[in-house]
T-cell receptor
Framework: EAQVTQNPRYLITVTGKKLTVTCSQN?????MSWYRQDPGLGLRQIYY???????DKGDVPEGYKVSRKEKRNFPLILESPSPNQTSLYFC???????????FGEGSRLTVL | AQKITQTQPGMFVQEKEAVTLDCTYD???????LFWYKQPSSGEMIFLIY??????QNATEGRYSLNFQKARKSANLVISASQLGDSAMYFC?????????????FGQGTRLTINP
């Protein structure tokens, strides 16, 4: 089954404790991206990657890091999480040219 | 900069009625794409329909249609014969031309509730 898989789906952590949200897709898509969803703000792009070893900032990159060492994986790293990073996070992918984004199921993160 | 505006935070509709969810957009690009996604209470994002800026016909997918009015910069989603399972959050999104091609810009969303 074609899918984007995120882990963990739910996480409660404390300020400053490094964490990684993994994302993996099995559709051989070149493009991958991370979004965060907050009430009243819709979804906002954090980072995106056009292909392996090619990443760039989105609209809200502060406090996040990403890497793209393999085509299928695009982890999101919070080096020192803060409460304002409490949010619902989505990983998404699509073929290189165009078309709709395929979203993972979301990861709900709470930072205390 | 590209912007999507959804002016209806919430809508309540009787089952089997048609419903229109409003979406206006702002862009200076000539080539762009418009998308609608559905987010049920379980949280996943489900792609519904796509309209390209050069498409002459309004897009349709089953009970979903997109009322695309380019001059007014609007891309309203029409759901015909609404069902209880249509209750969800709906997001309008846009992907722009060359500069904006690498992201979807989302609106704030409209929460649709279908009453039996």
């Amino acid at each position: 089954e074609a899918q984007v898989t995120q882990n963990p789906r739910y996480l409660i952590t404390v300020t400053g404790k490094k964490l990684t949200v993994t994302c993996s897709q099995n559709m051989n898509h070149e493009y991958m991206s991370w979004y965060r969803q907050d009430p009243g703000l819709g979804l906002r792009q954090i980072y995106y990657s056009m292909n392996v070893e090619v990443t760039d900032k989105g609209d809200v990159p502060e406090g996040y890091k990403v890497s793209r060492k393999e085509k299928r994986n695009f982890p999101l790293i919070l080096e020192s999480p803060s409460p304002n990073q409490t949010s619902l996070y989505f990983c998404a992918s699509r073929p290189g040219g165009a078309g709709e984004l395929f979203f993972g199921e979301g990861s709900r993160l709470t930072v205390l | 900069a590209q912007k999507i505006t959804q002016t209806q935070p919430g809508m309540f509709v009787q089952e089997k009625e048609a419903v229109t969810l409003d979406c206006t957009y702002d862009t200076s690009d000539q080539s762009y794409g418009l998308f609608w996604y559905k987010q049920p209470s379980s949280g996943e994002m489900i792609f519904l329909i796509y309209q390209g800026s050069y498409d002459e016909q309004n897009a349709t997918e089953g009970r979903y249609s997109l009322n695309f009015q380019k001059a007014r910069k609007s891309a309203n989603l029409v759901i015909s014969a609404s069902q209880l399972g249509d209750s969800a959050m709906y997001f309008c999104a846009m992907r722009g031309g060359i500069q904006g091609a690498q992201k979807l810009v989302f609106g704030q969303g409209t929460r649709l509730t279908i009453n039996p």
